[in-house]
C-alpha cells in the first residue's frame, strides 16, 4: 500500500508531491493565519462561540500527535479517527499525515442503530489496530471496542497533552503513491469499501476542483457537513488548506435544528462557497421563516455548490428564487458530480454563468434516448454538472462495455490521475469496478455506477445503476432497512419487504411490508406501522413518512427469491399494491394512479388508511 517515496518526484499544481508536503510548507508561510474556525453551539442558549485554530496551531499539535503515533508504529497503517465535529479532527487528520500513517475518518459510533453497525463494519474492514478520538468520547468509544470485539485495539485521546514535544518530529518518507486516507462510502453497513486515496489522487482532485471552481486563497468555505462525508473533508476542510485559505464549520446538528445559522454563518464569517446535497437547500426553503430571511446578507456567496445527491431543477430554481431577497444572485447556485472512487470533484459548470438544463420525454429517458417532451406526457428536467475536463469521461452500455455516441443514456466510465487506487483489501471488486475494459479493449476505466448522457459537451446525470439510495445526504442500501423492519416485529419478521424512492416535492423513502397478524384491526396495524417509522428515523437518520403494509404472499420476488425493487415501486405508483394498511405523505399519495385491478379505496382515518379483511 506504499509507494517509493525517492523515485518519485511528482509535483502538483502547488508544487508539493504529497499533502504532507504542501502542509508544511503552509504553516511555514501562514502561521499566524487562520486554518479553521469551529462555531460551537453552548447548548445553553447563550450563543455561538468560535474557535479559531491556526495554521501554526495546527502544525505543532498535528507533530506532536505524529510522533506518539509513530512511538505505536502507525506509519503504514489505518487510524481510525472518531471524533466529534470541531478542529481536534482537522488536527488528528493532519497529524496521521505527518505520522505516514492512514486516516479513517468516520462517524462516531453511538449506541445503537445504523451508524453503530457502520463503524463497527468499518473497524473490521480496515483492521485498525489504533482508534484516535477526544477526552470526552473516549470511555464510550473504548466500551464500543470491548462489544465490538476489538478490545486488543488501542483508544487513543489525540486532544490530551502529554507533553510531547512538537521538535522531536520526523518527517515520514511518504510519496505520492502512498495512501493519504481511506473514504468508507456506499457500501452497506454489514460489507464496507474502503477507497483507498493517495496523495497523488487528492492534489490531483484539489487542482480539478480549484480549476472547476476557480478559486483562488481569498475564498473562504463554510459548511455544515460531517468531515466524514467526502464532500464535506475534501471540499470543504481540505481545499481551503490546499489554497491556503479558511474553512468555517459548523456541526450537522446545529444546521439541521436551524438552518438559518448556516446562512448566518455565511454571512457573518465572509463565506464565498458552500454547498451540501440537495435536501440541505430544500430545507432552508421549508425552515427559513420570512422573518429570518429580511435579516440575511448573502451577497458575497459566490457559489452553492449542489451535489453528492441527485439534484433537483426545481430545488436550485426555488432556492435561486427565495434567496435572491437575501443577495443571492441566481448564477451563484451550481449543480457538480463527483463521487469518492474519483476522490471526490468530476464535473461542474463556469462560475458566473446560468447551470444549464434539459427538459425531455421521461418516457423517452427510461428507454436510455434523450428526446423532446410528448404534450400530454410526462416530461423530466434534468440538470447538467457540467464538464469533465480533467477525466477521460465516458458514457457506456453497462451490459457489452460499449461506448455509447452522445445522446444515448448509459453508465458513466472515468479515467484520469483523481481516480482512486481501489477499494481496502477488497482485490475483486477493485478489479471489477477501478479496472473496467471498453468493448474496443481500451482499459483502466473506474465504473461510477451512475448513468448519465452527454449532450453538447456536458453531463447530465439520470440516475443509479446501482441500488443504493442517496437521501438527505446518507447512501442507504435498501436491504439494510429491509432487514431492520422485519427485525422490529414477530409480524413483520415472517413476511419480505421492499424500499424505494420516489420524486414527489422531494425525494421520500417508500416502505412496502408484509405483515402477518390474524385478526389484526386498525390500531395494531396503525401501531406497526408507527414502529417501522421510529425504527428508520432512529436508526437511519432519515424520514420514513410513507409506509404500506400488505398481506404475506403479496411482494413481488425472483425465482431465486431476490427483491424486485423496481417492479414494486411500479405497482406501488400504479396504485397495483392492495394495501392493509398505508400511511402516506400527501405529496406522495399524489403520485399514486387509481388502477381498476385495485377495489375500493382504503377508508382514511386519522394516523392513515386501513382495510379491514379476513385473513
Known amino acids: ?44 442558549g447563550t450563543g455561538i462561540t468560535a474557535e479559531h485554530l491556526t495554521y501554526g496551531g495546527l502544525d505543532r499539535a498535528a507533530r506532536a500527535l505524529a510522533v506518539r503515533l509513530r512511538e505505536r508504529g502507525a506509519a503504514g497503517q489505518p487510524v481510525l479517527l472518531l471524533h466529534p465535529p470541531g478542529p481536534d479532527f482537522l488536527k ?67 486532544d490530551i497533552d502529554d507533553g510531547t514535544d512538537p521538535g522531536d518530529w520526523k518527517a515520514p518518507l511518504t510519496g505520492p503513491d502512498d495512501l493519504a486516507f481511506l473514504q468508507y462510502t456506499s457500501g452497506s453497513t454489514s460489507k464496507p469499501r474502503g477507497v483507498m486515496v493517495s496523495h497523488r489522487n487528492l492534489l490531483a482532485n484539489q487542482a480539478t476542483i480549484q480549476r472547476a471552481l476557480r478559486t483562488t486563497s481569498a475564498d473562504r468555505f463554510g459548511s455544515w457537513l460531517p468531515h466524514y462525508h467526502d464532500m464535506g473533508l475534501i471540499a470543504h476542510l481540505l481545499h481551503p488548506l490546499w489554497l491556503g485559505s479558511a474553512s468555517v464549520q459548523m456541526s450537522s446538528t446545529a444546521f439541521v435544528k436551524r438552518p438559518v445559522r448556516w446562512l448566518k454563518m455565511i454571512e457573518q464569517h465572509g463565506v464565498t462557497i458552500g454547498g451540501g446535497p440537495n435536501f440541505c437547500y430544500d430545507l432552508c426553503l421549508r425552515r427559513v421563516t420570512d422573518e429570518q430571511l429580511a435579516t440575511l446578507d448573502l451577497t458575497n456567496w459566490r457559489l452553492a455548490l449542489n451535489g453528492a445527491e441527485p439534484v433537483r431543477a426545481q430545488t436550485l430554481e426555488a432556492f435561486a428564487a427565495r434567496f435572491g431577497a437575501a443577495g443571492l444572485r441566481a448564477d451563484s447556485v451550481y449543480p457538480a458530480y463527483g463521487l469518492a472512487e474519483a476522490t471526490l470533484m468530476v464535473s461542474g459548470g463556469t462560475p458566473g454563468r446560468p447551470y444549464s438544463w434539459l427538459t425531455v420525454d421521461g418516457a423517452g429517458l427510461e428507454r436510455d434516448t434523450l428526446r423532446a ?47 482512486a487506487q481501489g477499494y481496502w483489501r477488497k482485490p475483486l471488486e477493485t478489479a471489477e469496478t477501478f479496472h473496467a475494459t471498453l468493448a474496443g479493449g481500451d482499459g483502466g476505466y473506474l465504473r461510477t455506477g451512475d448513468l448519465g448522457v452527454l449532450d453538447g459537451g456536458e453531463l447530465y446525470v439520470t440516475g443509479r445503476l446501482k441500488e443504493v439510495i442517496i437521501l438527505n445526504g ?35 423513502l417508500v416502505v412496502v411490508q ?75 399519495q399524489g403520485l399514486v394512479q387509481p388502477h381498476p385491478a385495485v377495489d375500493e379505496p382504503l377508508p382514511v382515518t386519522a394516523g392513515g388508511r386501513w382495510r379491514d379483511t379476513s385473513w
Open 514 to 588: 408484509e405483515v402477518r397478524a390474524p385478526h389484526a384491526d386498525h390500531e395494531r396495524l396503525q401501531a406497526l406501522a408507527c414502529r417501522v417509522q421510529a425504527l428508520i428515523g432512529r436508526d437511519f437518520d432519515v424520514p420514513a413518512a410513507n409506509v404500506v403494509l400488505l398481506r404475506p404472499g403479496t411482494l413481488r420476488r425472483t425465482t431465486s427469491g431476490k427483491v424486485q425493487r423496481t417492479l414494486m415501486r411500479k405497482l406501488f405508483l400504479g396504485g397495483q399494491l392492495s394495501a392493509l394498511y398505508e400511511v402516506l405523505d400527501p405529496e406522495v
Open 1 to 44: 500500500m506504499t509507494g517509493n517515496s525517492t523515485a518519485d518526484t511528482t509535483r502538483d499544481d502547488t508544487g508539493h508531491g504529497t499533502f504532507t508536503q504542501l502542509m508544511l510548507d503552509r504553516a511555514q508561510r501562514l502561521a499566524d493565519h487562520d486554518a479553521h474556525i469551529f462555531l460551537r453551539d453552548s447548548g445553553t
Open 373 to 419: 417532451p410528448v404534450t400530454g406526457h410526462g416530461a423530466r428536467t434534468l440538470v447538467s454538472s457540467g464538464t469533465a475536463d480533467d477525466f477521460d469521461l465516458r458514457i457506456v452500455d453497462p451490459v457489452d462495455g460499449g461506448e455509447l455516441p452522445a445522446g444515448h443514456v448509459g453508465e458513466i466510465w472515468l479515467r484520469g490521475d483523481s481516480v
Open 474 to 508: 446518507h447512501n442507504i442500501y435498501p436491504q439494510d432497512i429491509e432487514w431492520a423492519v422485519r427485525e422490529a416485529s414477530p409480524a413483520l419478521g415472517a413476511g419480505h419487504g421492499a424500499v424505494f424512492t420516489v420524486g414527489a416535492d422531494r425525494e421520500q
Open 92 to 158: 488528528a487528520f493532519i497529524g496521521c499525515l505527518y505520522a505516514g500513517a492512514i486516516a479513517v475518518p468516520a462517524p462516531l459510533p453511538g449506541d445503537r442503530g445504523e451508524r453503530l453497525q457502520r463503524v463497527t463494519g468499518i473497524i473490521k474492514d480496515t483492521g485498525a489496530q489504533l482508534v484516535l478520538t477526544d477526552t470526552a468520547n473516549a470511555p464510550e468509544v473504548s466500551l464500543w471496542l470491548a462489544t465490538a470485539g476489538r478490545g486488543d485495539v488501542v483508544c487513543l485521546a489525540s
